[in-house]
C-alpha cells in the first residue's frame, strides 16, 4: 500500500481541509507532515465553520486514525485551544489523535524572536504570522529544539530554562523586549494537555498501517510556492511543502508515495509579503477578494487577488510529481464577463518564458489568454453534467496545459459541494 499526498499548489489557502474531510472516509489515517499553527484549514459541515491549525483535518471523523507527524511544530497552547474547540463540538479527540515523539514544541520564547526578528526588518517584513515557526525550526536545524519526548526528561527543566535564556540574549541583540513570564503558565498548561494524548514513535505506526494494507492520506500545510526550497525565496515559510516532505515529516521511503493530490484556487492568493506576478490591485482584485471572502483564517488578514497563474502552477506540479488536480472556489468567478489566465512570463530583457525565474521579485510581464466567464450560480450543482459550457471550457484549459486531470471541482464552501470528475 502507498501513502497518498495531499498539498497546494500555490502559495497556501487552497482550500485543503475542507478537501482532506471529503476524502478522508477513504483512508484509515490522516497524517500532518509539516507546518505548525501558521497553518489554517477551514472545514464548513452542518452550517458551522471550524478552523484547524495543528490537528490533521480528519479529525471530524471518529473511526479515523489522525497523527501530526515528526515534521510538524506544535504550540502547546494554540494546541491546548483547538482540543478545547474540538470538545465544545462534541468531538473527543483523544479517541483517535496520535502525536509524534520528534515532533518539535514552540516555546514562548520562539514568538517573542519572531516578533523581534520581524520588527527589525521594517518594510523589508517576510510577513511571518508570528506564530513562532521560523524560529522553532532554527532550532531544530541548529540541534538546540525541543521535542515532546524531551518533556518526559528528568533533563527537561534545564533544557527548556538554558533555550528560553538564549532566546532571550537573541532579542537583546534586536533590543526587543525579553520576558514571557506572562506566558508560560498557559504554555505549561499546555503540556500537560499533549501528556494527556498517545504519543508514539508515529513513523513506526504509518509504517505498520502500510504493511497491514491501510490507506493512508498525508496532508500539508501552507502551498509549494512557500516551500522552503522551491518557493518564492525569501518570503517562504521554515519547512519543506512539497511531497518530499511527507516521506521526511512522517518517517515514509520516497517509494512509498502513491497518487499526488494537488489543490489550487480557480484564481490566486497571497498572504503576506512577497512577490505576485498576477496580482490585481484594482477594482477586480477587490471583487475576487470580496466574492472569495479572502481574509487568513489564521491572522484575519485580507489576502492578495490574481488571476490564476498555470507558469507557477505547472512548476508546482512538476516538483511534486502531481496525478490528480483539485480545484477549489469555481464559484468565486461566476460574477466575471471573462476570466484571464497567465500562460507565459515576459522577463525585463523582453524574453518570453514557461520557467519560473530564479527571483520572483525581477520584472515580469504575465501573458494572458482571456476566456469567457460562466456568469451563473453554480453553487447549487450537484453533478459534472451540470457545469456550464464556459466552465469545461475553463477546466479543459486547464487541463490540457498541465497535461493533468483536475477530478475534483468545488462549487462551494460546505463540504457537501465538491463535484468528482472520473476519480477512482
Given at each position: 500500500m502507498k501513502v497518498d499526498v495531499l498539498l497546494g499548489l500555490q502559495w497556501g489557502d487552497e482550500g485543503k481541509g475542507k478537501v482532506v474531510d471529503v476524502l478522508t472516509p477513504r483512508y484509515d489515517l490522516i497524517a500532518r507532515f509539516q507546518g505548525g499553527p501558521n497553518a489554517g484549514h477551514s472545514l464548513e459541515f452542518n452550517e458551522i465553520k471550524h478552523v484547524l491549525h495543528t490537528i490533521p483535518s480528519g479529525i471530524f471523523h471518529p473511526?479515523?486514525?489522525?497523527?501530526?507527524?515528526?515534521?510538524?511544530?506544535?504550540?502547546?497552547?494554540?494546541?491546548?485551544?483547538?482540543?478545547?474547540?474540538?470538545?465544545?463540538?462534541?468531538?473527543?479527540?483523544?479517541?483517535?489523535?496520535?502525536?509524534?515523539?520528534?515532533?518539535?514544541?514552540?516555546?514562548?520564547?520562539?514568538?517573542?524572536?519572531?516578533?523581534?526578528?520581524?520588527?527589525?526588518?521594517?518594510?523589508?517584513?517576510?510577513?511571518?504570522?508570528?506564530?513562532?515557526?521560523?524560529?522553532?525550526?532554527?532550532?531544530?536545524?541548529?540541534?538546540?529544539?525541543?521535542?515532546?519526548g524531551d518533556i518526559f526528561q528528568a533533563s527537561f527543566e534545564e533544557k527548556y530554562r538554558a533555550l528560553v535564556e538564549k532566546h532571550q540574549q537573541l532579542a537583546a541583540l534586536y533590543d526587543y523586549p525579553s520576558d514571557i513570564s506572562d506566558q508560560e503558565k498557559e504554555w505549561f498548561a499546555g503540556l500537560e494537555v499533549i501528556k494527556s494524548f498517545r504519543i508514539e514513535a508515529t513513523e513506526y505506526l504509518v509504517n505498520e498501517a502500510l504493511r497491514k494494507e491501510e490507506r493512508v492520506l498525508a496532508e500539508g500545510a501552507q502551498g509549494t510556492l512557500l516551500d522552503i526550497d522551491f518557493g518564492s525565496y525569501p518570503f517562504v515559510t521554515s519547512s519543506n511543502t512539497v511531497t518530499a516532505g511527507a516521506c521526511t515529516g512522517l518517517g515514509i521511503a520516497p517509494n512509498k508515495i502513491g497518487k499526488v493530490y494537488g489543490i489550487f484556487k480557480a484564481y490566486c492568493t497571497r498572504v503576506g509579503s512577497g512577490p505576485f506576478p498576477t496580482e490585481l490591485e484594482d477594482s477586480t482584485g477587490d471583487l475576487l477578494r470580496k466574492q472569495g471572502n479572502e481574509f487568513g483564517s489564521t491572522t484575519g488578514r485580507p489576502r492578495r487577488t490574481g488571476w490564476l497563474d498555470l507558469v507557477s502552477l505547472k512548476y508546482s506540479c512538476m516538483i511534486n510529481g502531481v496525478t490528480d488536480l483539485i480545484l477549489t472556489k469555481a464559484d468565486v468567478l461566476s460574477d466575471f464577463d471573462s476570466i484571464m489566465v497567465a500562460v507565459a512570463y515576459r522577463t525585463s530583457e523582453a524574453e518570453t518564458s514557461l520557467e519560473l525565474p530564479y527571483s520572483l521579485e525581477e520584472t515580469i510581464d504575465p501573458q494572458y489568454i482571456e476566456l469567457p466567464g460562466w456568469k451563473a450560480d453554480i453553487t447549487q450543482i450537484t453533478s459534472e453534467n451540470e457545469f456550464p459550457e464556459e466552465l469545461n471550457a475553463y477546466l479543459n484549459f486547464i487541463e490540457e496545459y498541465l497535461e493533468l486531470p483536475i477530478t475534483l471541482v468545488s462549487v462551494g464552501p460546505n463540504r457537501s459541494q465538491i463535484i468528482e470528475r472520473y476519480i477512482d
Open positions: 473511526d479515523k486514525l489522525n497523527v501530526i507527524g515528526n515534521g510538524v511544530v506544535i504550540d502547546p497552547v494554540i494546541f491546548k485551544k483547538e482540543i478545547e474547540s474540538l470538545e465544545r463540538l462534541g468531538v473527543d479527540p483523544r479517541k483517535n489523535l496520535v502525536l509524534s515523539k520528534k515532533a518539535h514544541l514552540i516555546l514562548p520564547s520562539h514568538r517573542m524572536l519572531d516578533a523581534a526578528s520581524e520588527h527589525s526588518k521594517g518594510k523589508a517584513k517576510i510577513g511571518s504570522t508570528l506564530k513562532g515557526i521560523g524560529p522553532t525550526y532554527m532550532d531544530k536545524t541548529g540541534r538546540n529544539g525541543i521535542r515532546i
